[in-house]
Structure formats: C-alpha cells, structure tokens
C-alpha cells in the first residue's frame, strides 16, 4: 500500500472525498483549520438545505459521523498545511501542529468565505442591529430560537431580503454571481413566513437566478403558496428613523422611488474566495483564478486538476458552488486520485 | 403619455408660491416651481388579498409579469394608459395609491377576454379587471357604474321571479341611472314593434309589462340563491374590511 492522500478541509467536499476513498480502501488524512469537522453547514449554522430541507445538522452531521468512524480516514482538525513539497505519488506535508504527513496526492476542498457585509456600509450592516445576514437568520432558525430582530428581540412584521450582498458587485472587486443566494433567500422568506404567518416579506433583487429546477420549488412556491413579494430594486441605502429600518431605491419596474419601512433587513451575503487562498497558493504552489478561487485545470479529462500534478480541487474553493456539486466534486476527485495512483489504476 | 414616463412629473406635485422672498430674491410665481419627490411611501399589504376575494381576482399571484395581457389588450391599443400588466404589478406590491391614480380608467376594460388567452399563467386578467373595478366602487374611490346598475337590476329580477321581463329591467335600470325612458330611439323602437309586431304578442308583451310573470315553485330556489349571493357579499366585505371603512367614514362625518 502506497501513502495516504491528504485532504485539505472537511467540509461537503472533503467529507465525500474522504468517504469515496475509505470505500475502496485507500488511506487519507483530512486536515481541517477549524475544531471540528462539518465545513460551512456545521460551523456557520446553517438551518434547512435545499434542495433536500434535511437539517444540515443531520445531513452534513450524518457525512462527519461517517467519516470520521470510515476505517483508514484519519482527522486532524485545528491544524493546517504549512508546507508541501515533492512530486505526484510522494509528497510530504508539515502541519501547523508538528506532524509531518507523507502523502501521494492532495485534494484541496478549502472552501469558501462569507461575504463580510460590513464590505456594504450604505446597506447598513454594523449600523443597525437589525440588519443581519443570511447567515445569522440561519442560526436563528435552527437554534430553534426562531427569527427575531437582535436589537430587541421581537417578532418582526416586516422583512427585507436584499440579494447581490457581495455577489455581482464591480464596485468592490466581486464579479461573481454566488449562485445559491437567490434560491436560499426565497427558502428562507418561506421559512420566516412558516414561523410568522404575519411576517410580510420582501425580497429586493436584480434578477433571479434559482436555476434548473428551482424554479418551480423554490421561487413559485413562495410566491404562490408562501405570498413572498419579490421587487426588482437595487437598493440604494439602508437608514433609521429612530424605530424602524427605512429601505430606500428604485421600484424599476415602476420607475418609482420607494422608502419603506422595515423591522428587519437581511443581507444574502455570497461567497468569497477563501480567505486564505493566498496562502494555499503559495504552500500548494498552485494558481488562483482571477477572482482568487483556486485555478481548475483540465475540466474534460480528470476532475479537479489544479496547474499542480497531484494536487487536486474539490467544492466551493473552485468558485462559488452548492453543497450537492460539492459533494459531488469531492467524490469525483477522489476518483481522479485514484485513476493515477499505483495502486488502483490499470493505466497509472 | 407612456407608462414610464407618466411617473415623472405630476400636476399635484408642482408647488408654486405666489410671493417669495429668499435670500433678498424675488421667487414669486412661476420662479419657485417646486417639484415635490414622489416616493412611494409604504405598501399596502392586504390589498392583493382583497382583490383576490373578489369574483375574478382569485388567480392574481401567479402573474410574472411578461405583459402578454398589455400586449393582446384592445383597449391599450386605443389607451396606452390602460395597462393591466402595472396594475396587477401594482396590487400585488400593495401600491394602492399609485392605483388609485388609474380609477377612471380602470373600468374601461371591454371584456374580449384576448388576455385570458394570451395569459401563460392563467392570471385570467380580464377578471383581475373586473374585480379591481368591483373593489373600487366596493371601496367608494368609484361611483357605482353603470353595467353594474344594470348586473344588479338583472339579478335581483331573476332571484325575485325566476325570469326576466325586459320592459321592466329597462325601465328599473333607467330610473336607477337617472336616465329618461322616454329617449328618442326607445319611442321609435316602441313605434315600430306596435306597429310590425303580431296582435297575439303584443297582447302577451303588454300583459307581462303590467303583472311580473313568475316561475312556478321558484320560492324555495329563490331563497337558496339569495342566501348564497348574501353569504359571498358577506365574505367580500369582511375581506375588504368594508366594516371599518363605515366605521371611519362615521367618525369623519361626526368630526
């Protein structure tokens, strides 16, 4: 048996990759930055999934548990990469905590960051304790303690969901649509509307993109069974009368220019290169995508090639991505390790 | 005018002072035109709900607004303000008072049902027409129009006999429009038929004109259908909240 493969992250991507290797026997070791395993679903909180509306404690809790009881993945968390050298097939990697890791190929499922909205002041998160981000709603919902304005902790009656926070912004350097926000926010005003059948809710947007077959689950359906008002409107700013949040733009459909009261604005916040991308490039001596994501090499021949052979990529550290194609490249990575190591492949 | 630029400058909102002063300046009159915003303030969140209580209105939720009904409208192609696609954007966002701005051309819908086909999310647009007409004299933004006089003189003859007498629902029409019956055309239409008509129907015309003819056993029917028609009026006030505006309207004459 040759060396381990070393994944970089344990979250969806990871995890599967983890799980496809264990399956056919191959040793791996996962290196996750953080306490535990589980990745943004876990450390973030997050509430229901879509598309599946399984809890991402049960769903994503469900990949942690099997990976880390999967005979031949070893866990190191609160460690990270800090230097990796060799060649495909005989790699050696040092941790932050010490140990040194000999490893045939590396499969980077790093991930993404939040969008940190203070990166918007004129949307007013940091100002406002009741503007929050989608983030913060999803622990709301699924602390069980359900969707309350921070600042007082009552019910709100009035929502505001502005989308695009930090996605398709030129202004401050994120050209990138983040591709989920549109269908998680139209899951998330049905889901305040579940709790709150008083609770009118707005969703402001440029366009929509619940793509495929979202569509009908997720932007109908809340339009149609869940009564979410969806206008189009840039937002312009995000001020206070003393009690209420005034949300001020264009109704562009009207050509008409609105300010509205709110209890509560939510910020879709998107998805950011890792933050320490940079970092991983630098240790990998891989190449970054002019966004800052990790550079996808070939995308017809193997999956996940980075500009480095025998490094490879999984998940939403490729650009913004959904949990299911997450979990889907990190399998598909996996195979990629495997259809050139020595020990399983007939053509290697 | 164009819907898109209908928006930009109202009448209502031009201020003009007759004598101003600033800074030593003489502004009066037409110097100090004043183009006051016009900002839609808040929505009005029942209002789509409200419409959908009324005959017609039921499917308003589902339009996505593609305008295939603005495009296939008979009227928008004589009135461009007339725009079904905005107003039905408008209700759902609970714009009441940009609405309320289109109510005397709201009415104005011919009925050729052209939209209900081009619809590809059966909106039904002609009866988010003709309930949104129905709200507004409902509400008392409208006076009470015409054909629907007529639907309730119509109404109330069929529940109370069964069948219809013309004479008499023209005649109960008329009077409720304030119209005079003996008009130009209804003389001569009256001239002619003594005058062509058979001697044996006249006789049965003149004879129902003076005693209602009645369906046999219609008692019962009829009072089925006029607890129905009480019951759906019920329903339609108590979604439009019609209660309240009494109650408002009460208190502002006692003011």
């Known amino acids: 048996m040759t060396k381990p493969v070393l994944i970089v992250g344990g979250g969806p991507a990871g995890l599967a990759a983890a799980h496809s290797l264990s399956t056919v026997g191959k040793e791996c070791v996962i290196v996750e930055k953080e306490d535990r395993l589980g990745g943004a679903p876990i450390l973030s909180g997050y509430a ?8 991402a404690r049960d769903a994503i809790g469900g990949m942690v548990k099997r990976a880390e009881g999967a005979p031949g993945v070893s866990v190191e968390t609160g460690a990270t990469v800090t230097s990796f050298d060799g060649e495909p097939g005989n790699f050696t990697a040092e941790l932050s905590n010490g140990k040194k890791i000999d490893a045939e190929a590396a499969i980077l499922c790093s991930g993404f960051t939040h969008f940190d909205s203070v990166n918007k002041p004129e949307w007013g998160f940091g100002t406002y304790e009741d503007v929050v981000t989608t983030t913060q709603v999803e622990q709301m919902i699924s602390s069980g303690d359900g969707v309350r304005c921070p600042s007082d902790g009552r019910k709100p009656e009035r929502v505001a969901i502005l989308l695009c926070v930090g996605s398709r912004d030129r202004q401050i350097g994120r050209e990138w649509c983040s591709k989920i926000c549109c269908t998680v926010s139209a899951n998330m005003a049905m889901e305040i509307r579940e709790e709150l059948p008083n609770c009118h809710v707005y969703i402001y947007y440029m366009d929509i993109r619940t793509f ?14 869940f009564k979410v008002k969806y206008i189009k409107a840039r937002i312009a700013e995000v001020t206070s009368d003393g009690e209420k949040l005034i949300v001020k733009g264009e109704d562009t459909l009207v050509k008409r220019p609105i300010t509205i009261p709110f209890d509560m604005v939510v910020h879709a916040i998107g998805m950011d290169p890792n933050v320490d991308n940079p970092t991983i490039s630098e240790t ?22 980075t500009s480095r052979p025998g490094v490879y990529v999984a998940g939403a550290a490729t650009g913004p991505e959904t949990i299911d194609d997450s979990i889907a490249q990190g399998h598909a990575a996996a195979m990629a ?12 | 005018m164009p819907i898109h630029e209908k928006s930009l400058i109202r009448p209502e909102n031009l201020t003009t002072h007759e004598e101003l002063v600033l800074d030593g300046v003489d502004v009066s009159g037409h110097w100090s035109t004043f183009i006051e915003t016009r900002v839609v303030k808040d929505y009005n969140e029942s209002l ?11 499917q308003i939720h589902r339009c996505w607004q593609c ?9 928008n192609a004589i009135n461009p303000d007339f725009n079904p696609r905005y107003w039905i954007y408008l209700i759902r966002m609970g714009m009441e008072s940009e609405l309320l701005r289109d109510k005397d051309i709201i009415w104005q819908c011919v009925s050729c049902n052209k939209c209900t086909y081009a619809c590809p999310r059966d909106v039904f647009p002609e009866g988010v027409m003709k309930a949104t007409s129905h709200w507004l004299e409902k509400k008392g933004h409208t006076p009470k129009s015409p054909s629907m006089h007529f639907d309730e003189v119509f109404t109330e003859q069929i529940v109370a006999t069964g069948k219809i007498e013309e004479s008499r629902t023209i005649r109960r029409f008329f009077a409720r429009t304030k119209q005079k019956l003996a008009q130009p055309w209804m003389i001569e239409m009256v001239k002619r038929m003594l005058r062509g008509l058979p001697v044996g129907l006249l006789t049965r015309m003149g004879l129902a004109t003076l005693v209602a003819p009645r369906t046999s056993g219609w008692g019962s029917a009829s009072a089925a259908i006029q607890e129905y028609i009480d019951e759906q009026h019920e329903k339609q006030a108590e979604a439009l909240n019609l209660a309240q505006l009494v109650e408002t309207a009460k208190q502002d004459v006692a003011a």
């Open chain 2, 67 to 75: 305008g295939s009904c603005t495009n296939s409208c008979t009227v």
């Open chain 1, 337 to 348: 390790v495997l259809s050139t190591s020595a020990d399983f492949s007939k053509t290697a």
């Open chain 1, 284 to 305: 990998f001596g891989i190449d970054l995508e002019q966004h800052g994501y990790i550079d996808v090499g070939n995308r017809y021949g193997a999956m996940g090639e």
């Open chain 1, 212 to 225: 495929g077959l979202y569509e009908t689950k997720y932007y109908w359906k809340s339009q149609e069974e």
């Open chain 1, 48 to 55: 229901k999934l879509v598309p599946s509306g399984e809890w």
């Open chain 2, 48 to 58: 789509e709900e409200e419409i959908a209580a009324l005959p017609g209105g039921e």
